[in-house]
């Protein structure tokens, strides 16, 4: 009996994937998915990235740099270095951040040519990434429990939800729209609105690869619509699981980088 | 202009051209980002980089400095590192011209090694710039050489910190950071010394700007200082201790030379201390605490050796509103022994404060995607009632080309005050930056 009554279930769940019967309908389990898709694939991580930064001129600049990552747990707190190698100004410059889900993130600046372990403050989370379109809270992901979420609409391809801050003074818009890709969890489109319902400012994902089994955004875009500027981000030697030890996210790798993590 | 000035200028125009031309490949490379992949780059131990600028200041009034231009200068950086496995080699030198000394010269800013001879110890051999502690442009633990000279005539902030040749060891124990560094020869600040700007000497009891004739009694003996540092939960604590001697001369002694004469020496100065560097109310807190001990002058009773002090400093910053960040600082500086001081003080009325204190603001303003940045510091002593204004606005045009202008304004009621002294010092300058 109990043998039938599991083949049943199982043919169910297989028909039901054809009538969306699958679908996620609660918004919060929705951002849990796409919080641990985009900010916790694995338990850590290496990249390379660069971003060029467009100005409404059309005038570029470019940085280049290597992440490491180590989740301390899924959903929880989070180890984060970025160290520079262009442009020629800011390399050797390190950024180190503690991602804390309970309180405000820790984040320090190493300035190579003052041997200055500078600390910034936690307040100044939407400013800019080293000058990009990039927040600081685009890096290092935001935390779903500052926003209130609605799902909007499910469709074949996305989950789109209306996400609203719970404290309009710490943000620059009044609210963002999502749209997450229904089987990776990636948010593929967001865009800011200000109170006027004009659309600020859009982050969008060109191109995605499998990468050890984990859907990796290879290639984004941060536009802001009042005057055509934008950022483009590009990730390359995108390495998972790679047993990256706790110690190394210390001050002693903002003057003595861990070569052996940054190949 | 002299010969070797125009040589330096054809080389400078050189580094421009280069840097020109690199500038377009970058945009070339740019322009092929519609390409899947990346192309593989050649990975080289040896990376080159570095830029040529140049500077120029004016003094907003006259002075009995020799030029009226503190600044005037053009410089070509060459930065040269090799990483290997094991170890680490930088080095980064300076072709200047310098037209206030009327000279061109060749000044190596760092030449380290650096290397890790266990799992918890990093070792760094050579030239190098050493910093520590919490202040803000004031500093209580680093007892580390200053650029003075370059901080008042508008320098980039880099050049703050000179360079010594030292030896540094960091040991991982636990949780626990120790540093250890010894310089064989002391290395003093660049302090004034009146060929770009003018001081107080209480001696003369006046603004003089000796330049050559400041003669001051050199020692090569050793310097020491240590840390010990650790974070727990995202709250940085330190200790510090330091063996040597005052970074400044501001002793007097007999001349070796000419007797009868007295000359400016470093006295001996051992110093201990403790910060600690917090988050709190959305910004950051810190405080720091050094006692120098003026081991010459133990009970502060000579007039020629400055006093032993307390240095207390309590600071906050935080982002105001977006792209806006403020700090402030409060600082007190305690002679020890004041009242021996004042005693054999030969000037008591013109002596410092006990309890010398000191507000500092920091405004910083980024606009642009931060390629425009405002910022103001100022220094203000309600006790010496005196202060020290520095604006300055940097433009970052591209990854190339950085512009910057600013002001080093002072202001007191007094000729012998910390920043009083240097009202005629005060000065507007600008730079142009390209980078390679």
Known sequence: MKVLSTALLLSYSFLSSFVHANDLTNANEIITNANLAAYYAADDGSAQARMVIVDAQGNKQMRQFTILRKDQEDLGNQDMLVFFSRPTDVQGTVFRVVKKVTSDDDRWLYLPALDLVKRISAGDKRTSFVGAHFFYEDVSGRNPAEDNFTLLKTDDRFYTLKAVPKNTNSVEFDHYIAHIDKNTFLPMQVDFYSSQGKKTRSLAVLKTKVIDGFTTVMHSKITQHSDGSYTEMQFRKVKYNLGLPDNIFSERSLRNPPKAWLK | MHKSAMSIVSIVFCIFVTCQSMASDIEKSEDDWSDDDWSEEVVSPWRFSGFAEAGYGYLLQSNIVQTNSPLSEITARFNLDYSAESFELVSKGELIYDDVLSNTFWKTRELHISFSPSNNTDIKLGRQILTWGTGDYIFLNDLFAKNWQSFFSGRDDQYLKAPSDSAKGTWYIGDYAIDLTWTPEFTPDIYLTGERFSFYSPQAQSIVAPADSFSVQKTKRAQWATRVSTNRNGVEYAFYGYKGFWPTPVGMTENKHQSQQLQAYFPKMNAWGASIR???????????????????????????????????????????????????????????????????????????????????????????????????????????????????????????????????????????????????????????????
């Open chain 2, 278 to 436: 917090l988050p709190l109310a959305g910004g950051l807190f810190n405080v720091e605490y050094a006692s120098y001990n003026s081991i010459e002058d133990n009970r502060g009773k000579s007039p020629t050796i400055a006093n032993g002090q307390n240095r207390f400093l309590l600071g906050f910053e935080r982002e105001v509103i977006k792209d806006l960040t403020a700090s402030v600082q409060f600082y007190l500086e305690q002679t020890k022994h004041f009242d021996a001081f004042i005693a054999h003080s030969p000037i008591p009325k013109l002596a410092v404060d006990k309890n010398r204190q000191l507000l500092t603001l920091r405004l910083t303003y980024t606009a642009l995607q931060q390629k425009l940045i405002y910022r103001v510091f100022t220094f203000y002593s309600p006790t010496d009632n005196d202060g020290y204004l520095k604006p300055s606005i940097t433009y970052r045009y591209n990854d190339l080309w950085l512009f910057s202008a600013g002001a080093n304004l002072f202001w007191g009621n007094e000729k012998h005050t910390f920043f009083g002294q240097h009202q005629q010092n005060s000065n507007v300058w600008f730079r142009i930056k390209a980078q390679f």
